[in-house]
């Protein structure tokens, strides 16, 4: 084994760039922290997210924060601000997404249980309250990580990393004809 040098790691990338993004989106509905956002949009990227949507009080490129973390895929992530989140998910939900919350509630199932249905739509919640009440009614499942330990859930940035990787590899790996959903 060697490690590969940063060049051959760019070259590597660029040759997997072509056709990389997936029928899948993200909404971040109040996410307090710019440096999560920053987060959400290097794993984003590298999950091959189609696009990003920020809304209400989500900070949005340009930002220096968001830059810190994101590492310039803030510049390779499609993304747009949408104040009004209920209307972007009423929008979504005509345009066949599956809307998905990352979030405790009454019915979610495990993430590892979840098989996406082309085009999907992934919510994430504000750090502290999760995910607005308001959208509840024009989501079609929610989805959550079993928690071992005393603390009840992880960052909001990982906790979208484990989920995104989740989803892209079901997509990947046939499901984009279509799955069971929730």
């Not at 590892?112 to 999907?120: C, D, I, R």
């Amino acid at each position: 084994m060697r490690k590969l040098s940063h060049e051959e790691i760019v070259t590597r990338q660029s040759i997997k760039r072509r056709d990389a993004r997936l029928p899948f989106v993200v909404v971040l509905n109040n996410i307090r922290s710019l440096y999560n956002v920053g987060s959400i949009f290097r794993s984003a990227d590298g999950a091959g997210v189609a696009k990003i949507y920020c809304c209400g009080i989500t900070g949005h490129p340009p930002n220096d924060r968001i830059a810190k973390t994101a590492l310039g895929a803030e510049a390779a992530v499609p993304w747009e601000y949408r104040e009004d989140v209920v209307e972007l998910i009423k929008t979504l939900k005509q345009e066949d997404h599956q809307i998905i919350l990352l979030e405790q509630i009454a019915g979610s199932i495990p993430y590892e249980a979840f098989e996406p249905a082309p085009p999907v739509c992934l919510i994430i919640g504000n750090e502290i309250e999760g995910v607005s009440r308001s959208l509840l009614e024009y989501c079609d499942g929610a989805i959550e990580i079993g928690m071992e330990g005393a603390k009840n859930s992880l960052n909001v940035s990982v906790a979208f990393g484990i989920v995104a990787f989740h989803i892209k590899n079901k997509l990947k790996t046939g499901s984009l004809t279509g799955g069971s959903g929730c």
